[in-house]
């Protein structure tokens, strides 16, 4: 099982980003999903995660400027990132999750400057 996560980079505070990842060996299909991020001193956090049947739920600093969908066909899960602001700064990880095994991309890092 391979998670390739891309798109990360530097942005201006309030400026938007998008997020992939692509997976191989796991079918995104029957998975729960996310996106995590884990910032300099601090634990890594959930940010997005999609369920195997489609319900969606956001941590409270994501809500309402995320969005996280997938492709099932393509076999990838994307986070749209918008009104971004300098605590968003960290490094974005996609997880998969199937039959109780945690499977992590490489992480992304995402930068925004104030």
Known sequence: VQLQAFGGGVVQAGGSLKLSCAG???RFGLSVLGWYRQAPG????????????G????D????GRFTISRD??????ALQMTSLKPEDTAVYY???RRMGTDY???GTL?????
């Not at 601090?42 to 049947?53: F, M, P, Y």
């Not at 099932?72 to 899960?77: C, G, K, P, R």
Request: net charge negative.
């Open 110 to 114: 995402v930068t925004v400057s104030s």
């Open 104 to 106: 992590w991309g490489q």
């Open 42 to 53: 601090k634990e890594r956090e959930l940010v997005a995660a999609i369920t195997s049947g």
């Open 60 to 63: 409270e600093p994501a809500r």
């Open 72 to 77: 099932i066909a393509e076999n990838t899960v």
């Open 24 to 26: 191989s060996g796991i």
């Open 94 to 96: 996609c997880n998969a």
């Open 55 to 58: 319900s969606i739920t956001y």
